[in-house]
């Protein structure tokens, strides 16, 4: 009998030590989720676009943690996921045939300058991957730079398409791909300002 209250004894501290460890595992689990996820909320009031930039980081706050360095990566790399997306699809509509010339010629134009708006953020994304002490101010100065320019090429873009003579469908569908983009690039740049004004 004593050595069955001993067995039992010894089962249930090892059963209750191991729900507990389970436990506190469990709520340091959700108090780093929810940290990082308030990281990304709070991160975002600094951006002209907080609705687009908390959807679009949320699903990256555990890889973002509360990095501004590593928020500012995950929102180029976004930017640059769909940048990629809107300029096949954008080549995908150039060749049909159910376009004029003008909107054909507007859509390469587009193109265009999504290739030079993907350039800049490869760039931008390979250096935000250097940046440390001796050289942080020159390569940081030409991150903001070629963010700034990805953001000029989208509006110019954008702008091919204005006027009546264009097909509504292909204008309504093209230049509401553009804004996104262009709205998560001015939420990458807003992000890579702040963190290097807190870095500097």
């Known amino acids: 009998m004593a050595g069955s209250f001993r067995f039992n004894h010894h089962f249930l501290a090892s059963l209750l030590i191991t ?21 990304v909320k709070s991160s975002c009031t600094f951006t002209t676009y907080p609705r687009l930039c908390v959807t679009s980081l949320s699903t990256q706050s555990s890889l973002i943690q509360t990095s501004h360095k590593l928020i500012a990566h995950a929102a180029l790399n976004i930017t640059l996921a769909s940048a990629k997306a809107t300029s096949a699809m954008m080549v995908r509509l150039s060749s049909s045939s159910r376009l004029k010339p003008r909107e054909v010629s507007a859509m390469r134009d587009c193109v265009e300058e999504l290739g030079d708006t993907l350039e800049e953020l490869r760039k931008s994304i390979g250096e935000m991957g250097q940046l440390s002490g001796s050289n942080y101010e020159v390569y940081m100065s030409d991150i903001q730079t070629w963010v700034s320019a990805a953001l000029t090429n989208e509006n110019t873009c ?19 791909r553009i804004l996104v983009i262009a709205h998560l690039t001015s939420n990458a740049l807003a992000l890579i300002n702040h963190f290097a004004s807190i870095h500097g």
């Open 158 to 176: 954008s702008d091919g398409f204005e006027g009546d003579d264009m097909n509504g469908k292909v204008k309504v569908l093209v230049r509401g």
């Open 19 to 39: 729900i507990t460890i389970t436990t506190l595992k469990s709520v340091h689990t959700t108090t780093t989720t929810t940290t990082n996820t308030e990281f």
